[in-house]
């Protein structure tokens, strides 16, 4: 008999020397030097105090949002990402995963921590029944490859207004 798919790439990423796993409360307070490390390659997250960390993860969580984190050898946290489960009226009361703020840490970038972070969610979003994923990338043309090796396509026009 056939091992699930999330047991599979577990064992695949352990292969790797980490290991993906959701964010909890205790490992963010734990790790909350290597995690705010990680979130600066996207942009500077600011001061936080171990209270004012948990409490965002508890609001993320409240509505949704599940955040993975890869850790290496040495338990430090060197990659992170964060999915939104968003459900529907439409097609059948399914689902839509929202891929956002997928960071790695500079010492582990090209060590494929970003796409094991990406396959984890993918397989999320397989077991939730999501009929689709989406994510905001810039035009930036690295960017935009580097997603599309992993099925995604560009599609639509962004828009925002920023408040």
């Not at 980490?18 to 490992?27: F, K, N, Q, V, W």
């Not at 997250?45 to 409490?55: N, Q």
């Not at 997928?102 to 494929?112: D, I, R, S």
Request: aromatic residues 12%; glycine residues 4%.
């Amino acid at each position: 008999m056939m091992e699930p798919l999330s047991s599979n790439l577990f064992h695949l990423i352990s292969l790797f020397h980490m290991h993906i796993t959701p964010l909890t409360a205790d490992l963010l307070i734990q790790h909350q030097d290597s995690y705010l490390a990680t979130l600066t390659t996207l942009s500077p997250p600011g001061e936080h105090t171990p209270e004012s960390l948990v409490t965002c993860l508890d609001r993320m969580n409240a509505q949704g949002t599940m955040v993975f984190v890869a850790i290496d050898e040495q338990s430090w946290i060197i990659g992170t990402c964060s999915v939104l489960i968003e459900y529907k009226f439409n097609r059948w009361w399914s689902c839509v995963a929202h891929l956002e703020d997928l960071a790695v840490h500079p010492n582990a970038q090209g060590k494929w921590v970003g796409s094991w972070l990406i396959k984890t969610v993918l397989t999320y979003a397989e077991e939730q029944w999501c009929y689709k994923i989406i994510l905001d990338a810039d035009k930036d043309p690295a960017h935009v490859s580097y997603y599309e090796k992993f099925g995604f396509e560009s599609c639509g026009a962004y828009m925002k207004i920023t408040l």
